[in-house]
């Protein structure tokens, strides 16, 4: 399980994937798992569109993973999915991920167990990460965007981090317990859920490409 969660290429995603010739263009960008039944991949599927440009295009495209089979699950967008940079669950049987054109999308699974699109109401551009424990869910995205859904709120809250840096990751041991990384090599770490501070890790200017811990 840890495995199939923490994306290790051993493990029995990765291999399914490879597996499959329908997704040989498609690059894992992000797993979570609820458990060993219950386990979500997205990521980006590159293609090539004559009408649209010469250029290689991208889309994204969301799976998940049932213990038995990988399936596809429809975002219900009305147009074609941005690249799903992030996935993550609240802990309260709510899956959200994060587009690159800033799009969210949630996912009840205790309700109709269907993704729609879950409207930031602030202004944002594209985001990077999502994570949430208990009910309470984070997303970061370009220029420092900062934001943070608490259980029973009315709506997202934005927090200023005092940065204008593109943020790229988040990891959390607990809501309380938050740490939020930039590309820059900038951290800011909260132990109440809602003040964050810079966070001296002595990797300054130095590009973060992802965070893990067991405790803060």
């Known amino acids: 399980r840890d495995k199939l969660v923490t994306g290790v290429q051993t493990c029995a995603l990765p291999i399914l994937i490879a597996a499959d010739p329908g997704l040989d263009n498609f690059r894992i960008l992000s797993i979570y798992g609820a458990?060993?039944?219950?386990?979500?991949?997205?990521?980006?599927?590159s293609f090539y569109d004559d009408e649209i440009s010469d250029?290689?295009?991208?889309?994204?495209?969301?799976?998940?993973?049932?213990?038995v089979s990988l399936s596809e699950?429809?975002?219900?967008?009305?147009?074609?999915?941005?690249?799903w940079n992030?996935?993550?669950?609240?802990?309260?049987g709510k899956v959200y991920a994060v587009g690159s054109d800033g799009t969210v999308l949630m996912k009840n699974t205790g309700d109709d167990n269907e993704w729609h699109e879950f409207a930031l109401q602030l202004t944002h551009d594209g985001l990077n990460a999502v994570w949430g424990d208990n009910g309470t869910v984070f997303v970061a995205g370009e220029k420092g965007f900062f934001a943070r859904l608490t259980s029973g709120s009315r709506g997202w809250e934005k927090i200023s981090l005092g940065t204008s840096a593109n943020?790229?990751?988040i990891y959390g041991y607990s809501k309380e317990q938050v740490i939020v990384a930039a590309d820059n090599?900038?951290?800011?770490?909260?132990?109440?859920?809602?003040?964050?501070?810079?966070?001296?890790?002595?990797?300054?200017a130095t590009a973060v490409?992802?965070?893990?811990?067991?405790?803060?």
């Open 35 to 45: 458990g060993d039944d219950d386990i979500y991949l997205v990521g980006e599927e």
């Open 55 to 67: 250029e290689q295009q991208f889309k994204g495209r969301i799976f998940h993973f049932d213990a």
């Open 209 to 216: 490409t992802g965070i893990w811990g067991d405790d803060m």
């Open 86 to 92: 992030d996935v993550h669950g609240d802990g309260d």
């Open 167 to 169: 943020l790229v990751k």
């Open 185 to 204: 090599g900038a951290v800011w770490a909260t132990f109440n859920g809602s003040s964050f501070s810079p966070y001296d890790t002595g990797m300054s």
């Open 73 to 83: 699950e429809d975002s219900n967008l009305e147009n074609d999915d941005p690249v």
